[in-house]
């Protein structure tokens, strides 16, 4: 038995491939079994005179989903799904299938979601959670290439990191626990041990959002770097951007054809990336007729007016301290901003990224937890990296399934993580 994606290396040769049909049809004595085995998808050639009766039959009780082996030679085909056909000589029901509920007409969203552990097999779905397995092995290839150390932070954890509103709180043994919201303030504290470091993982915001670009839980990467400033922190940003689009426009050309993705425009994303600072921001906004004001973070609807004018994403930087978490350092030359950016894709994509060059003077930093109403008894540990040997250090969080949506064209993020998580779904 092979793989479907190794039939190249048998043409002329029998084979047995192990698979799910995917489709069937059939001309009078000549029928076409369609096959998937997760590593690829072909077509075989039943011809009724040359294989036994028992063989045809079972050709009639086949159904979508169901589970087969089937036994034939290898032809080139570039016609063909993968370049090759199989001339079967052998066809063996080894699972049958129920009426399968997803058939090839349009089904809606909720239909499909309720339907997620079957939807995954279709190949659009399979298409962009490739793309996202490429991605992900991209990410960790990066940072090893750089010389991080991967640090794998808590879930469980009493320290907000970003917003208290947003929230999953839990009984932990009588004291209150929260689904983590970010990993960013442990890698913070490994950073003396280790210099460069990064977090990979799933977080959790409770956020009463119905939008395309949010999930109640998505992964996040997250490096952090000892003596970086923000400018250190923007560079690595951008080339670490384009390296993982680069491994997808590389690795996943056949996905991205599925997905219809326009690759030209990904074969534009290369560092060095445009730069504007939030007040900049506002005055181009207010000049395109937005009336944000100064002082507002920039929502939705302000990212894509701005990012209309780039083909490349975008740093917005230095945004208002009242905009941004109490982590960020103040910005010497305005102490109105803190020294941080958002990174915006283009093609109406938004946010993928938000980093910051992280308050390493302690009584500024102790400030900031009072003026955000938080429990500083929560936070003494990580005051405690500022009482011994405070440093300069710089990181940011990228969001791995807008990015991937992004990467894929997809419209909603929902379809870029096996089973989403939505304010209104927990099932599958």
Known sequence: MIDIKHLGDHVGESVTVRGWVEATRGHGKVAFVVTRDGTGTVQGVLVKSQVDEETWEVRGTLTQECLVSVTGLVKEDARAPGGYELELSALEMLSPSDEYPIQPKEHGVDFLLDHRHLWLRSSMQRAGLKVRAEVSQAIHDYFYQNDFVRIDSPILTGAIGEHAGTLFATDYF?????????????????????????????????????TRRHLTEFWMIEPEVAFADSDDNMRLQEDFVSYIVGRAIENCADELQILERDVSKLEKIKAPFPRLSYTEAVEVLNKKGSDVEWGADLGATDEAALMEDYELPLFVYNYPKGAKAFYMKENPDD??????????????????????QREDDLARLTHRIHEEGLPEAAYSWYLDLRRFGSFPHSGFGLGLERTVGWITGRHHIREMIPFPRLMNRLYP
């Not at 470091?197 to 956020?207: H, L, M, Q, S, W």
């Not at 901003?337 to 915006?344: A, F, I, Q, R």
């Open 335 to 356: 102490p109105r901003t803190v020294l941080c950016n958002d990174l915006l894709a283009p093609e109406g994509y938004g946010e993928i990224i938000g980093g910051s």
């Open 174 to 210: 009588g004291e209150n626990a929260y689904l983590a919201q970010t990993g960013q303030l442990y890698v913070e504290a490994a950073c003396p041990a280790f210099k460069k470091v990064y977090c990979f993982g799933p977080t959790f915001r409770a956020e009463k959002s119905k």
